[in-house]
């Protein structure tokens, strides 16, 4: 790996840090909104597959290592086996996703972009309910009204922000030759 992509990865993780301290609890989930999806919309969508989901396994290797970037300051390898763990593995699985989507496509579309986080957001909830299901007993159901219907409106809004600035970023850096078009590899 080049420099170059380290530092995009290494930027990408620390967003995605910085944005999980954007975070709200709900007084009837463990699971807190946050603005941890829309820095995984971008790595996605800028990064593409590879280096999106290098940047995600960077950002869950230094939680895992101790350091507070989950979250509300969470940290620890314990968080991936808790009631909120399916959804930082969806984080993983999610980016890749999008990536591959997204990355076969150096002039990108937003509606193509769009599809490629919407991917990545069923990646997300699907490993996040599952496992908040199976830990906390619940029936599917209930997962779903406690781990994804009061997402829903936020996930899309950021959706909408990330496929608009997203594309237009990775566009720019690609002519600027700041960083290799996804679908340039």
Do not use: H, N
């Not at 808790?82 to 002039?107: C, E, H, M």
């Amino acid at each position: 790996m080049k420099a170059k992509e380290m530092s995009w990865v290494a930027l990408f993780a620390a967003l995605i840090a910085v944005l999980a301290q954007v975070s709200i609890t709900l007084p009837f989930t463990p699971v807190p909104l946050t603005g941890q999806t829309l820095g995984v919309f971008l790595a996605g969508v800028v990064l593409g597959r590879r280096l999106g989901a290098m940047a995600v396994l960077v950002y869950l290797l230094l939680g895992a290592a101790g350091l507070p970037v989950f979250a509300r300051g969470g940290a620890g390898i314990a968080r991936f086996f808790g009631p909120t763990g399916g959804y930082l593995w969806g984080f993983l699985a999610g980016v890749y996703l999008q990536g591959w989507i997204t990355g076969s496509s150096p002039r990108l579309s937003y509606l193509r972009a769009a599809g490629g986080m919407v991917v990545c957001l069923a990646a997300v909830y699907g490993l996040g309910v599952l496992q908040l299901a199976y830990l906390m007993k619940l029936p599917l159901s209930k997962a779903l009204a406690m781990g994804v219907l009061p997402y829903v409106p936020l996930d899309l809004a950021k959706l909408v922000l990330a496929a608009l600035v997203g594309v237009r970023v990775r566009r720019a850096l690609g002519e600027a030759g700041l960083l290799p078009l996804p679908g340039e590899k």
